[in-house]
């Protein structure tokens, strides 16, 4: 503790050297930035004396009024989307015209290298991905991972199910922890924001697994509430060496979201109006049957109630083949956005201002599912004189998520569980005076149509991300700066689910679910997660080298209340729980405080072209066995920009990074629990399962990365090919345990895990002509995943059903997320045919993640009209498909349209054959977009003569899947989000596709 | 320069607050040691345990290899095909049961007996806590050998960071009878009734809060391990019938004659309360959980258990279906929840005795017991004394079948203690039959995360 106060105080010193600024003559330069090759200003661009802090910002207009010391000098004009330029100002000029080309390949954004400082795409030591908020909107996002979709290499990026809402997986650079946090740290302008996933009660109906919710409810991770029409631009920083900056949660990577900021000068106001459709991508080819086999059936198989064909078919008509996947998941619902933004600023720049407003319905591919946003976003800029700014961003959203009923369930309750078990000659759709009739295959009676139309399954998340910003320019002088920002920001939601199944289905008549029809299960969960950051920024520029110091304090609390209720045996019409006849409780909670120091250091020298950095971040948190022990993460490295060049090419930089970063132990897995056993009312305890280890402390990943970046061809080519390696030690485990000793599992710090990697960007401009341009981005990134050294005897993990059907195992030698499968069995008798013993053979059939992935985005555009496309390729990866194995056995001779073939997976199985683990290569047309940009004069037509712009779009997306695999998707998981486990396929929510047409106007 | 310091020191004091947390569930720490509360926290927990193991379908898994119960479920075909087709799958929710809830109840009964609320009894209290202690542990021994078979079980020693070995069958067989008897000297030297107040359950069909009545309890436990050890294929241990006998005669010695059924439903039984806050029902209940056609087609014309069975249906899976359940099994009668289930009634001591007395060559005796539960939960006409040990076996396995389906693996039990596989119910035409070789799946394998964490060395030690 005293020797990292003692570095922060050193740190400070260091940044107020005094008098290097000493005053300096200077004079006033005006100038106008415009795009090359025409006369339309660009707004916003930043004006720099190089050398100097001296500079400024371009008005609404493109026009800029800067102080320029006395004599010659080079002004550096840079603006996001343009290529940096720098020009010279002679000794006796006080005007500058500029021209910036369009930075098509990206090569001059800045790119984040610590809390409160950034550097040049093209000085920058890390393979930092930057998206902006053009690439992320191309097509209506549902949220923002799908669109970071194929856009970032070395993400894995994986749609949970179809269901409308989210629930998506991104993963950066493979697989770090076991059983601690997988996930990237989300921050959106300074605030980190929680990116938990909650259950909505589904299994209390479902009966998936234990208590009233569970894994198995088809969870949404909460990132999906983020607007994606307010991002400015998305970093995503991949490992350690660009995030050991963030301490105990830079060890997955960092996603660094920056909204919309306001600008001086005239009001904007961007109008966007959406209408589009969903539709279903793939279903199951189902066996159809002749009236004459049909009969045959029935009388061979007589379901519940009847004796054969006769009686059944006078109850039920033969309904010839009859697609129930078609009946349920053929809604081709309206879906809708309005979003509208206003962006300006006084004219001095002093005040600015960004708020937007939207409104979003997704429809489902049922009549009943959905998806509805509103979200409001203020985001405000006040400078106070010379020295004080303030910030303030606040953004209010309300979400409505209406998912279904999909995923694993051991009620008979999932349509698909239903649908695997009942011939296609009984109609669903069919009602007798009125009222759906009950399914006589399904042991549940459930009628699918009837489930769907009146069990309700909302999920309201009300939710505040709100920042406020106080920046104090200490000194600013020609020479130095000296800033601080204190930064508060919080994120706060309510998750209010609710699952109602009343009492008159034949669902809940049946007496599957619990004895007492109706169920409501309502969940509370409250989140509240916020941060506090001090910065200190000191820029010292001479002539040989600029320093760029940091420093800094953190401290983050994040709360989470997790309350369920469940009432069972409801008057019809009623759900409050208090009237139930069975009730039932679950609640959760955690809190977690943590508390870390930092300081950093760049140096920028050799004309710019070698940049060096060092930082160190300290840090302690609750959740670790000695709460006040604080842990140290380092980073350093370095970049060169060569100044020999190959021929073609513009410039060439190698770099290297090395970081650590930790990832912060689970809450309470330092604690050994009591496990609290309820009887007669009184209220037992024994030992938990768990034994903690209260000396716990975070896991360490250590990254070192290097590449280069070239661009090449005037700016035509860019690549960026980087390689990395991760060293994961003292890895958080719940080793197992004999279970024979009370225990199942141990927490230790222990064994080591490595992650080997290649990610490469291409970037080409192919053709580029006054009329046509054809842009294309190429990612490609690999990822390879061993456990190198484990303590503990290998030992089954992460989610799954049985290593019959394909399951997940720790085991030195092996990738953390390999597959294991039992494959056979050898059964042992004595000399008189005893049984003696049996045998299983344990096959290391794959891993779960792929081999490679690749993303190919491409834009064309001619004159006005552009077309986009992107297609995401991934190659490999196991899916474990007991979709299939819910068919094959379901309706005696499998309900597959391709008995044969079923039969034969389903014998290959009964024989202990991993017939259920597939691969799951796909290629995917994620994004097509065809746009027209309709000009100003037919906006000033249309709109009036206040209307700058009006486009029209036509978009799709997820329009087209290629794969071998036999599922419905091989991106889904019956479990969510989770390191290890999660391709499980378990009759999931169908994916679907998306229709828009989009209208944008700008005034 | 000192402004620019001291707001940064005063900001890191006022932000650098203690980093503690609360911890979300009780534990170790959090729980008052040794207090009256802590000491029926901790003996609740075990009872519930055990509750909840033999809710974690000890009552079912037997009547399935038995070919009595059959559960076709349409969205989990393994209830049949983990049965009939393939064995158990040591990672699966059938392979892989059976096994850690048990331990989970020894070890809570080691640290019960090592807490200061159990240390600061008087001797007496001490003694018929432990006993009571020890006679549960017992008895989850035995339900371990019941579904572990030949494949061994461990012995649970002191020390949790240590693996003990797993053991053979014989070799836990004769611990576990000693720990009965260690029981018994404790509740014989304890107190007349328990330190602790014990479920309802355990007042419905006799008070066995009573140390006299768990001294009844631990005899017949002792006398079901002695049978298992004398009818033990491998390892039959001469003693132990008559043993058996002992133990049992001391357990029944209230017999009434002629027998009641009050008699034959004596023991603790399992209650259970599915209102709210327990949420705790009965296990039994199931929309799949269904009897053989065999079983229904089997009973002895006159049989009034037959009334029990009733119309159900169920979809066909791995060709294998059934068409009629037990009552107690129905999931629309909401009253069921509640029903309690006997842990050990005196039927089954009964019936025990009966084995006893067939295997010391009684078979007398062995046909009064066994007439016992015939004439009384049958209905049916007493048998005349049998004049074969094969005779009496095949009656008493009749008993064993229609007495303790859905209740646990008695029957399963029997028929691999006189290797009656191929008895024609098992192996008729339309059953599955693996194979003269090996019938019947008759027991679990031992599961994987025990196989995992002994890198694969599972055999039994002595």
Same mark, same amino acid.
């Given at each position: 503790?005293?020797?990292?106060?003692?570095?922060?105080?050193?740190?400070?010193?260091?940044?107020?050297?005094?008098?290097?600024?000493?005053?300096?003559?200077?004079?006033?330069?005006?100038?106008?930035?415009?795009?090359?090759?025409?006369?339309?200003?660009?707004?916003?661009?930043?004006?720099?004396?190089?050398?100097?802090?001296?500079?400024?910002?371009?008005?609404?207009?493109?026009?800029?009024?800067?102080?320029?010391?006395?004599?010659?000098?080079?002004?550096?004009?840079?603006?996001?989307?343009?290529?940096?330029?720098?020009?010279?100002?002679?000794?006796?000029?006080?005007?500058?015209?500029?021209?910036?080309?369009?930075?098509?390949?990206?090569?001059?954004?800045?790119?984040?290298?610590?809390?409160?400082?950034?550097?040049?795409?093209?000085?920058?030591?890390?393979?930092?991905?930057?998206?902006?908020?053009?690439?992320?909107?191309?097509?209506?996002?549902?949220?923002?991972?799908?669109?970071?979709?194929?856009?970032?290499?070395?993400?894995?990026?994986?749609?949970?199910?179809?269901?409308?809402?989210?629930?998506?997986?991104?993963?950066?650079?493979?697989?770090?922890?076991?059983?601690?946090?997988?996930?990237?740290?989300?921050?959106?302008?300074?605030?980190?924001?929680?990116?938990?996933?909650?259950?909505?009660?589904?299994?209390?109906?479902?009966?998936?697994?234990?208590?009233?919710?569970?894994?198995?409810?088809?969870?949404?991770?909460?990132?999906?509430?983020?607007?994606?029409?307010?991002?400015?631009?998305?970093?995503?920083?991949?490992?350690?060496?660009?995030?050991?900056?963030?301490?105990?949660?830079?060890?997955?990577?960092?996603?660094?979201?920056?909204?919309?900021?306001?600008?001086?000068?005239?009001?904007?106001?961007?109008?966007?109006?959406?209408?589009?459709?969903?539709?279903?991508?793939?279903?199951?080819?189902? &066996?159809?049957?002749?009236?004459?086999?049909?009969?045959?059936?029935?009388?061979?198989?007589?379901?519940?109630?009847?004796?054969?064909?006769?009686?059944?078919?006078?109850?039920?008509?033969?309904?010839?083949?009859?697609?129930?996947?078609?009946?349920?998941?053929?809604?081709?619902?309206?879906?809708?956005?309005?979003?509208?933004?206003?962006?300006?600023?006084?004219?001095?720049?002093?005040?600015?201002?960004?708020?937007?407003?939207?409104?979003?319905?997704?429809?489902?591919?049922?009549?009943?599912?959905?998806?509805?946003?509103?979200?409001?976003?203020?985001?405000?800029?006040?400078?106070?004189?010379?020295?004080?700014?303030?910030?303030?961003?606040?953004?209010?959203?309300?979400?409505?998520?209406?998912?279904?009923?999909?995923?694993?369930?051991?009620?008979?309750?999932?349509?698909?569980?239903?649908?695997?078990?009942?011939?296609?000659?009984?109609?669903?759709?069919?009602?007798?005076?009125?009222?759906?009739?009950?399914?006589?295959?399904?042991?549940?009676?459930?009628?699918?149509?009837?489930?769907?139309?009146?069990?309700?399954?909302?999920?309201?998340?009300?939710?505040?991300?709100?920042?406020?910003?106080?920046?104090?320019?200490?000194?600013?002088?020609?020479?130095?700066?000296?800033?601080?920002?204190?930064?508060?920001?919080?994120?706060?939601?309510?998750?209010?689910?609710?699952?109602?199944?009343?009492?008159?289905?034949?669902?809940?008549?049946?007496?599957?679910?619990?004895?007492?029809?109706?169920?409501?299960?309502?969940?509370?969960?409250?989140?509240?997660?916020?941060?506090?950051?001090?910065?200190?920024?000191?820029?010292?520029?001479?002539?040989?080298?600029?320093?760029?110091?940091?420093?800094?304090?953190?401290?983050?609390?994040?709360?989470?209340?997790?309350?369920?209720?469940?009432?069972?045996?409801?008057?019809?019409?009623?759900?409050?729980?208090?009237?139930?006849?069975?009730?039932?409780?679950?609640?959760?909670?955690?809190?977690?405080?943590?508390?870390?120091?930092?300081?950093?250091?760049?140096?920028?020298?050799?004309?710019? &072209?070698?940049?060096?950095?060092?930082?160190?971040?300290?840090?302690?948190?609750?959740?670790?066995?000695?709460?006040?022990?604080?842990?140290?993460?380092?980073?350093?490295?370095?970049?060169?920009?060569?100044?020999?060049?190959?021929?073609?090419?513009?410039?060439?930089?190698?770099?290297?990074?090395?970081?650590?970063?930790?990832?912060?132990?689970?809450?309470?897995?330092?604690?050994?629990?009591?496990?609290?056993?309820?009887?007669?009312?009184?209220?037992?305890?024994?030992?938990?399962?768990?034994?903690?280890?209260?000396?716990?402390?975070?896991?360490?990943?250590?990254?070192?990365?290097?590449?280069?970046?070239?661009?090449?061809?005037?700016?035509?080519?860019?690549?960026?090919?980087?390689?990395?390696?991760?060293?994961?030690?003292?890895?958080?485990?719940?080793?197992?345990?004999?279970?024979?000793?009370?225990?199942?599992?141990?927490?230790?710090?222990?064994?080591?895990?490595?992650?080997?990697?290649?990610?490469?960007?291409?970037?080409?401009?192919?053709?580029?002509?006054?009329?046509?341009?054809?842009?294309?981005?190429?990612?490609?990134?690999?990822?390879?995943?061993?456990?190198?050294?484990?303590?503990?005897?290998?030992?089954?993990?992460?989610?799954?059903?049985?290593?019959?059907?394909?399951?997940?195992?720790?085991?030195?030698?092996?990738?953390?997320?390999?597959?294991?499968?039992?494959?056979?069995?050898?059964?042992?008798?004595?000399?008189?045919?005893?049984?003696?013993?049996?045998?299983?053979?344990?096959?290391?059939?794959?891993?779960?993640?792929?081999?490679?992935?690749?993303?190919?985005?491409?834009?064309?555009?001619?004159?006005?009209?552009?077309?986009?496309?992107?297609?995401?390729?991934?190659?490999?990866?196991?899916?474990?498909?007991?979709?299939?194995?819910?068919?094959?056995?379901?309706?005696?001779?499998?309900?597959?349209?391709?008995?044969?073939?079923?039969?034969?997976?389903?014998?290959?199985?009964?024989?202990?054959?991993?017939?259920?683990?597939?691969?799951?290569?796909?290629?995917?047309?994620?994004?097509?977009?065809?746009?027209?940009?309709?000009?100003?004069?037919?906006?000033?037509?249309?709109?009036?003569?206040?209307?700058?712009?009006?486009?029209?779009?036509?978009?799709?997306?997820?329009?087209?899947?290629?794969?071998?695999?036999?599922?419905?998707?091989?991106?889904?998981?019956?479990?969510?989000?989770?390191?290890?486990?999660?391709?499980?396929?378990?009759?999931?929510?169908?994916?679907?596709?998306?229709?828009?047409?989009?209208?944008?106007?700008?005034? | 320069?000192?402004?620019?310091?001291?707001?940064?020191?005063?900001?890191?004091?006022?932000?650098?607050?203690?980093?503690?947390?609360?911890?979300?569930?009780?534990?170790?720490?959090?729980?008052?040691?040794?207090?009256?509360?802590?000491?029926?926290?901790?003996?609740?927990?075990?009872?519930?345990?055990?509750?909840?193991?033999?809710?974690?379908?000890?009552?079912?898994?037997?009547?399935?290899?038995?070919?009595?119960?059959?559960?076709?479920?349409?969205?989990?075909?393994?209830?049949?095909?983990?049965?009939?087709?393939?064995?158990?799958?040591?990672?699966?929710?059938?392979?892989?049961?059976?096994?850690?809830?048990?331990?989970?109840?020894?070890?809570?009964?080691?640290?019960?007996?090592?807490?200061?609320?159990?240390?600061?009894?008087?001797?007496?209290?001490?003694?018929?806590?432990?006993?009571?202690?020890?006679?549960?542990?017992?008895?989850?021994?035995?339900?371990?050998?019941?579904?572990?078979?030949?494949?061994?079980?461990?012995?649970?020693?002191?020390?949790?960071?240590?693996?003990?070995?797993?053991?053979?069958?014989?070799?836990?067989?004769?611990?576990?009878?000693?720990?009965?008897?260690?029981?018994?000297?404790?509740?014989?030297?304890?107190?007349?009734?328990?330190?602790?107040?014990?479920?309802?359950?355990?007042?419905?069909?006799?008070?066995?809060?009573?140390?006299?009545?768990?001294?009844?309890?631990?005899?017949?436990?002792?006398?079901?391990?002695?049978?298992?050890?004398?009818?033990?294929?491998?390892?039959?241990?001469?003693?132990?019938?008559?043993?058996?006998?002992?133990?049992?005669?001391?357990?029944?010695?209230?017999?009434?004659?002629?027998?009641?059924?009050?008699?034959?439903?004596?023991?603790?039984?399992?209650?259970?309360?599915?209102?709210?806050?327990?949420?705790?029902?009965?296990?039994?209940?199931?929309?799949?959980?269904?009897?053989?056609?065999?079983?229904?087609?089997?009973?002895?014309?006159?049989?009034?258990?037959?009334?029990?069975?009733?119309?159900?249906?169920?979809?066909?899976?791995?060709?294998?279906?059934?068409?009629?359940?037990?009552?107690?099994?129905?999931?629309?009668?909401?009253?069921?929840?509640?029903?309690?289930?006997?842990?050990?009634?005196?039927?089954?001591?009964?019936?025990?005795?009966?084995?006893?007395?067939?295997?010391?060559?009684?078979?007398?005796?062995?046909?009064?017991?066994?007439?016992?539960?015939?004439?009384?939960?049958?209905?049916?006409?007493?048998?005349?004394?049998?004049?074969?040990?094969?005779?009496?076996?095949?009656?008493?396995?009749?008993?064993?079948?229609?007495?303790?389906?859905?209740?646990?693996?008695?029957?399963?039990?029997?028929?691999?203690?006189?290797?009656?596989?191929?008895?024609?119910?098992?192996?008729?035409?339309?059953?599955?039959?693996?194979?003269?070789?090996?019938?019947?799946?008759?027991?679990?394998?031992?599961?994987?995360?025990?196989?995992?964490?002994?890198?694969?060395?599972?055999?039994?030690?002595?």
């Amino acid at each position: 503790m005293k020797s990292v106060t003692r570095l922060w105080i050193a740190a400070v010193l260091l940044a107020v050297i005094p008098s290097l600024g000493h005053a300096q003559q200077t004079r006033r330069v005006t100038g106008h930035v415009t795009v090359q090759g025409g006369t339309e200003p660009i707004p916003g661009a930043t004006v720099q004396v190089v050398g100097t802090t001296l500079g400024g910002i371009a008005d609404d207009n493109g026009n800029f009024n800067i102080s320029v010391p006395a004599g010659a000098h080079q002004l550096r004009i840079r603006r996001i989307g343009f290529a940096a330029k720098i020009v010279p100002v002679g000794a006796n000029d006080n005007s500058v015209n500029v021209s910036l080309a369009r930075d098509v390949l990206q090569l001059e954004t800045q790119v984040i290298t610590g809390q409160a400082t950034t550097v040049s795409r093209a000085n920058a030591a890390n393979a930092v991905t930057v998206v902006n908020t053009e690439q992320i909107n191309k097509v209506p996002q549902q949220n923002i991972e799908s669109a970071l979709q194929g856009k970032v290499p070395g993400a894995v990026i994986t749609s949970n199910s179809g269901a409308p809402g989210g629930g998506i997986q991104l993963q950066l650079r493979g697989t770090n922890t076991v059983n601690g946090n997988y996930q990237p740290l989300y921050v959106v302008d300074g605030v980190a924001v929680d990116n938990s996933a909650f259950g909505n009660g589904l299994n209390s109906i479902s009966g998936a697994g234990g208590a009233i919710s569970s894994t198995q409810d088809q969870q949404v991770n909460r990132i999906a509430d983020l607007n994606p029409e307010d991002i400015e631009s998305i970093e995503v920083l991949k490992g350690p060496s660009a995030g050991a900056i963030y301490g105990s949660r830079g060890a997955n990577g960092v996603v660094v979201i920056t909204t919309k900021r306001g600008r001086a000068g005239t009001p904007t106001l961007d109008i966007v109006q959406r209408f589009g459709t969903t539709a279903v991508s793939n279903t199951l080819a189902l &066996r159809c049957f002749t009236q004459a086999q049909a009969t045959d059936y029935v009388n061979a198989n007589p379901p519940a109630g009847f004796k054969g064909a006769t009686d059944y078919f006078a109850a039920n008509p033969y309904a010839g083949c009859t697609d129930a996947q078609n009946q349920l998941y053929g809604n081709h619902g309206l879906s809708y956005e309005t979003a509208a933004s206003l962006r300006g600023g006084t004219g001095d720049g002093n005040t600015t201002y960004f708020t937007s407003a939207g409104v979003k319905h997704d429809a489902g591919i049922t009549s009943t599912d959905g998806y509805d946003k509103q979200n409001l976003r203020i985001n405000l800029t006040q400078q106070f004189g010379p020295k004080i700014n303030l910030r303030a961003n606040t953004e209010v959203l309300h979400t409505l998520t209406k998912r279904g009923i999909s995923g694993n369930d051991n009620n008979a309750i999932n349509p698909l569980d239903v649908i695997s078990g009942t011939p296609s000659f009984y109609d669903f759709s069919r009602k007798v005076n009125g009222v759906y009739t009950s399914d006589p295959w399904a042991v549940s009676g459930a009628n699918i149509l009837q489930d769907q139309e009146v069990i309700k399954t909302p999920e309201n998340v009300y939710r505040l991300i709100g920042s406020a910003q106080a920046g104090w320019s200490a000194i600013a002088s020609t020479r130095q700066t000296l800033d601080f920002s204190l930064l508060g920001g919080v994120d706060s939601y309510s998750d209010q689910a609710l699952i109602y199944s009343p009492p008159f289905t034949y669902l809940e008549q049946s007496g599957v679910i619990s004895p007492y029809p109706g169920t409501v299960a309502n969940g509370n969960t409250n989140v509240v997660s916020a941060n506090l950051n001090l910065n200190g920024t000191h820029k010292l520029i001479l002539s040989p080298f600029t320093a760029t110091t940091s420093f800094g304090l953190r401290q983050d609390r994040a709360q989470v209340d997790n309350v369920f209720n469940q009432g069972k045996g409801l008057f019809p019409g009623i759900t409050n729980i208090a009237t139930a006849t069975q009730t039932a409780v679950n609640q959760a909670q955690n809190d977690t405080k943590s508390f870390s120091y930092y300081a950093q250091e760049e140096i920028l020298t050799a004309n710019e &072209r070698l940049l060096l950095t060092g930082a160190i971040n300290a840090e302690r948190s609750s959740t670790n066995g000695d709460a006040n022990k604080f842990y140290s993460y380092p980073k350093a490295s370095i970049s060169y920009k060569l100044p020999w060049l190959p021929p073609k090419t513009d410039n060439l930089k190698l770099r290297l990074a090395y970081g650590k970063a930790g990832n912060r132990v689970p809450t309470n897995f330092k604690y050994t629990f009591l496990t609290p056993l309820l009887e007669d009312g009184v209220n037992g305890l024994r030992q938990g399962a768990q034994i903690g280890l209260n000396t716990i402390k975070p896991e360490l990943t250590t990254e070192v990365e290097g590449g280069f970046d070239a661009t090449m061809f005037g700016g035509r080519a860019g690549l960026e090919v980087t390689q990395y390696q991760k060293k994961t030690t003292g890895m958080v485990l719940t080793a197992g345990l004999a279970p024979s000793t009370g225990f199942t599992t141990k927490v230790i710090n222990g064994g080591t895990m490595r992650n080997v990697g290649t990610e490469v960007g291409l970037n080409l401009v192919p053709i580029q002509t006054s009329i046509f341009t054809w842009t294309s981005n190429t990612t490609f990134s690999r990822n390879k995943n061993k456990v190198t050294s484990l303590p503990v005897p290998a030992f089954a993990t992460g989610s799954g059903f049985s290593e019959r059907f394909g399951s997940y195992k720790i085991q030195q030698g092996y990738s953390a997320t390999q597959v294991v499968v039992f494959s056979g069995f050898d059964s042992t008798f004595d000399a008189n045919g005893k049984y003696v013993s049996r045998a299983r053979h344990e096959l290391h059939i794959g891993d779960q993640n792929p081999d490679f992935q690749m993303g190919f985005s491409n834009d064309f555009t001619l004159g006005r009209l552009t077309l986009s496309s992107l297609l995401d390729w991934r190659k490999g990866g196991y899916v474990i498909n007991l979709t299939n194995n819910y068919f094959d056995f379901n309706v005696a001779g499998s309900n597959f349209a391709d008995t044969l073939a079923a039969q034969k997976r389903g014998n290959a199985f009964l024989a202990g054959q991993p017939v259920y683990a597939e691969h799951g290569s796909f290629a995917k047309l994620r994004e097509l977009t065809l746009s027209y940009d309709l000009g100003e004069s037919f906006a000033h037509r249309m709109l009036g003569n206040r209307a700058k712009d009006l486009r029209i779009e036509a978009s799709g997306h997820n329009l087209i899947t290629w794969t071998n695999y036999t599922g419905y998707d091989p991106e889904v998981s019956n479990f969510g989000n989770a390191p290890i486990g999660r391709t499980q396929d378990v009759t999931p929510y169908p994916p679907s596709r998306q229709f828009f047409l989009s209208l944008n106007a700008t005034f | 320069m000192k402004k620019y310091i001291a707001a940064a020191l005063t900001s890191t004091l006022v932000l650098a607050g203690a980093c503690q947390d609360n911890p979300a569930a009780p534990s170790r720490d959090n729980v008052v040691a040794g207090s009256q509360q802590t000491l029926q926290s901790l003996a609740t927990g075990i009872i519930a345990q055990d509750r909840a193991n033999y809710g974690g379908n000890y009552f079912l898994w037997g009547g399935i290899m038995a070919r009595d119960a059959i559960v076709p479920t349409a969205n989990e075909s393994r209830f049949v095909t983990e049965f009939y087709v393939t064995p158990p799958d040591p990672s699966d929710f059938i392979g892989g049961s059976q096994w850690t809830g048990y331990y989970q109840l020894l070890r809570a009964s080691q640290l019960l007996l090592k807490d200061k609320a159990f240390t600061s009894l008087s001797a007496a209290d001490q003694g018929a806590a432990r006993g009571f202690i020890r006679t549960l542990d017992a008895l989850s021994y035995i339900r371990l050998i019941d579904y572990r078979d030949q494949n061994g079980v461990v012995i649970q020693g002191p020390d949790a960071t240590v693996q003990d070995p797993i053991r053979t069958k014989a070799s836990v067989l004769a611990y576990t009878s000693a720990l009965l008897d260690s029981g018994l000297v404790d509740l014989k030297a304890g107190s007349s009734t328990l330190p602790f107040t014990l479920p309802s359950g355990y007042s419905l069909h006799g008070d066995y809060s009573q140390t006299a009545n768990l001294i009844l309890l631990n005899r017949g436990l002792k006398g079901r391990v002695e049978v298992m050890r004398a009818l033990d294929p491998v390892a039959p241990n001469a003693a132990s019938a008559a043993a058996a006998l002992t133990a049992l005669n001391i357990a029944l010695a209230g017999a009434p004659s002629p027998m009641t059924e009050a008699y034959l439903n004596t023991g603790p039984w399992y209650q259970y309360n599915p209102s709210s806050p327990e949420s705790a029902a009965n296990p039994q209940q199931g929309s799949s959980s269904l009897v053989t056609d065999n079983f229904v087609n089997s009973f002895m014309p006159g049989d009034i258990r037959a009334a029990n069975v009733i119309p159900a249906s169920a979809p066909t899976v791995a060709g294998f279906t059934a068409s009629h359940r037990l009552k107690l099994t129905d999931p629309n009668n909401a009253a069921l929840q509640s029903s309690p289930i006997p842990i050990v009634r005196n039927a089954e001591l009964i019936l025990l005795r009966a084995q006893a007395e067939i295997a010391t060559g009684d078979l007398a005796g062995a046909t009064n017991d066994i007439n016992a539960v015939h004439t009384v939960e049958g209905g049916l006409p007493a048998y005349s004394t049998f004049t074969t040990a094969s005779a009496a076996i095949n009656a008493l396995l009749y008993e064993l079948r229609y007495t303790f389906t859905y209740f646990g693996p008695q029957h399963i039990v029997a028929l691999r203690e006189y290797n009656m596989f191929n008895l024609a119910y098992v192996t008729q035409a339309g059953m599955p039959n693996k194979g003269a070789a090996d019938p019947l799946v008759s027991s679990l394998p031992i599961t994987r995360n025990e196989t995992n964490a002994r890198n694969g060395n599972i055999t039994p030690v002595p």
